[in-house]
């Protein structure tokens, strides 16, 4: 950008100020270029908030970034493009302007990279990508150790392992978290020593080892007491702590430790933790049966959730909320409650995948860009060596130039051959994975859908059945007609909620393995067709890979489910044979057959899609007579 674009564009951002509050930002200017301390980013922000809109933060960013420009100090810039991943209103631009400023935080003293780094690590973690994230987190363990210094140490120790955490892997988190220990022989913070005994609690808590949970929880608690900057903390893990009580059953030091924390948030003015409070306070009062009070203080819970807009709280504050009508008798309310749970808890899902699926894409067209540079730098080397050779060979005879050329044209010739069929072998384990990876999402998706179904709408035909029963014996001799219908009809109903949640997924698969779930399966689906079937089980059978488990299932399935439809069948013959590095599923069908080229059905296009992500392959072929017979094989020793 030109000098005269940078000031007219400083002119522009300048005049959305009043001019009564110009010394104001000037000084916060100030800070934000001089303080040597990173918190001051912070400290800049929330001071300036205090006295403008929120809408008008991110023109101050702005207009702070292009005063930084137009100085040309190197340090100034990257200070205000951090400035700026601050005051963004969207994540991506916040994202985009971190990873800038990651990039200039070269420029920058030791404690303001390490904290531009750190912030960008927390930044990837809210956004799903763990990978990246870890790597950050990896770069300041070994800045920090360069630097020897301890208190950096433990806290990038501290990131690594919440990274870890978030990502589900807990015993790595608690590894991490135990390498900062030693380091605080030469460091006497009794918040930050209290912290890493409280992310280890909360490590074991995630894992239900509660009794672990709570003695580090505890030690994090006594020492947060004693820390005179620990009482955000002390309000945190007092709540952390609550909540392990809650699931060990202990109610009254629950209550005792989530009230505290309560207490702390309202002296503290903290909204996020008095929402969360003050709905867990809810579900511990519905655990002990105080009805009154778990409505009172979930009402109050979702006063603050819904004024802050945080959607996690409300979901959690709606389901507790579902159970309290339950409990009362009030089933309208109680299903109310229940849909908006599942509303918000759906929307919260299908963000957080949105957002994953655009990170993926950005990563993989990053990554595809890479390697087409990759192969142009790879190229433009092989015509470099080429030119060399060249300028060598002409100084040789003739008979030698042309042996020499014939041999470097075959050898670039197998060289480009074995390059392409690496990365055409690349690109098949690429979209395999990527295959797998969609069939895992769906089966996840629908293993969550009927273990919603079987929690919450189960829970809620439980309560309507049981006003039911108490309806018709009060209302004996009278309606009978009428209620015996209601009465089908809800049995008729539960059944159909329990075949959905069957179909999403079996608990025969589950709980015993293939064989008893493909038994269950022919029962279910072939006995109310009237249509015979036989099955049968040859070699060792063996327990395989949960993905090989689920898609021969699913493959039986649909195999099965086109008979029923369209076959006509009245007998139909299965066969599961185990092999030593191979599995082989025959089905046969004595129906009207099918046509072989017609392979473009939604039903076969799904099987196909399975066999290419379980390195398998089908055969369709008709029977002598009449009927079809498939046959599908998977080879084991891919998969091991």
């Not at 306070?281 to 945080?310: F, H, P, S, W």
């Not at 918000?344 to 894409?361: E, G, P, T, W």
């Not at 089908?488 to 608990?507: A, C, F, W, Y």
Request: proline share 1%.
């Amino acid at each position: 950008m030109r000098p005269l674009t940078y000031l007219f564009a400083l002119a522009c951002t300048v005049s959305f100020l009043d001019t009564r509050s110009q010394i104001t930002l000037d000084s916060l200017s100030y800070r934000l270029f001089e303080d040597s301390n990173p918190y001051t980013v912070y400290q800049v922000r929330r001071q300036f908030l205090e006295q403008h809109a929120p809408d008008e933060c991110d023109e101050f960013g702005r207009s702070l970034f292009v005063k930084a420009i137009s100085k040309r100090d190197s340090n100034h810039i990257a200070r205000a493009t951090f400035f700026r991943a601050h005051t963004s209103t969207d994540r991506d631009s916040s994202l985009y302007w971190m990873e800038k400023a990651e990039k200039l935080s070269g420029k920058l003293s030791f404690r303001w990279e390490f904290f531009v780094r750190q912030d960008l690590q927390y930044l990837l973690q809210d956004r799903g990508i763990f990978e990246d994230a870890l790597d950050y987190g990896r770069m300041n363990l070994e800045f920090a150790l360069g630097q020897n210094d301890s208190v950096s140490i433990i806290e990038a120790y501290h990131d690594i392992g919440y990274c870890f955490d978030r990502m589900m892997n807990y015993k790595e988190a608690i590894r991490h978290y135990k390498k900062a220990q030693p380091y605080f022989v030469t460091v006497e913070n009794d918040r930050l020593l209290g912290r890493n005994y409280g992310l280890i609690g909360i490590a074991h808590d995630e894992l239900r080892e509660y009794d672990k949970a709570v003695e580090f929880n505890s030690k994090a608690i006594e020492l947060f007491r004693k820390a005179p900057d620990g009482t955000t903390n002390l309000a945190t893990w007092t709540s952390n702590i609550g909540n392990t009580y809650i699931k060990m059953g202990q109610y009254e030091k629950a209550e005792e430790f989530l009230l505290e924390s309560l207490e702390l948030n309202k002296r503290d003015d903290g909204v996020y933790g008095m929402s969360i409070c003050n709905i867990n306070l809810g579900n511990l009062y519905l655990e002990m049966g105080k009805l009154e009070k778990a409505k009172e203080y979930l009402d109050v819970g979702m006063r603050y959730c819904t004024q802050e807009g945080i959607v996690r709280f409300q979901a959690e504050g709606h389901n507790y909320l579902s159970r309290y009508f339950v409990l009362t008798g009030d089933s309208d309310k109680s299903i109310f409650h229940l849909k908006q749970y599942q509303m918000l808890n759906d929307s919260i899902v299908s963000a957080d995948k949105a957002q994953q699926i655009a990170d993926m894409q950005i990563k993989y067209e990053t990554t595809k860009q890479i390697q087409a540079n990759a192969i142009l730098a790879q190229q433009n080397d092989i015509l470099e060596l080429q030119k060399k050779r060249q300028q060598i060979f002409t100084y040789g005879s003739l008979g030698l130039l042309v042996l020499t050329l014939i041999s470097s044209f075959l050898g670039y010739r197998a060289y480009r051959n074995k390059q392409k069929n690496l990365l055409n072998e690349k690109l098949v384990r690429e979209r395999e994975r990527g295959l797998r990876a969609v069939l895992k999402s769906i089966e996840d998706e629908r293993q969550r859908i009927a273990k919603d179904l079987h929690d919450g709408v189960g829970q809620q035909m439980t309560a309507i059945k049981l006003q039911y029963s108490s309806l018709k014996s009060k209302l004996k001799g009278q309606y009978d007609e009428e209620i015996n219908k209601i009465g089908t009809l809800l049995e008729n109903t539960g059944k159909d909620i329990r075949s959905v949640s069957h179909q999403m997924m079996p608990r025969a698969l589950t709980e015993l393995g293939l064989v008893p779930a493909i038994k269950d399966m022919l029962h279910k689906s072939l006995d109310p067709s009237n249509i015979r079937y036989h099955f049968e089980v040859l070699g060792e059978e063996k327990k395989l890979d949960r993905h090989i488990e689920i898609g021969l299932y699913r493959i039986a399935q649909e195999l099965i489910n086109n008979i029923v439809k369209h076959s006509k069948a009245v007998h139909v013959d299965f066969q599961l044979l185990y092999r030593e590095r191979s599995v082989m599923m025959t089905v046969e069908d004595d129906g009207i057959g099918m046509k072989i080229g017609d392979k473009e059905g939604v039903g076969l296009l799904n099987i196909t899609s399975r066999l290419n992500a379980m390195h398998g392959e089908a055969r369709y072929e008709n029977a002598k007579d009449h009927g079809t017979v498939a046959v599908i094989r998977i080879h084991l020793d891919e998969h091991g």
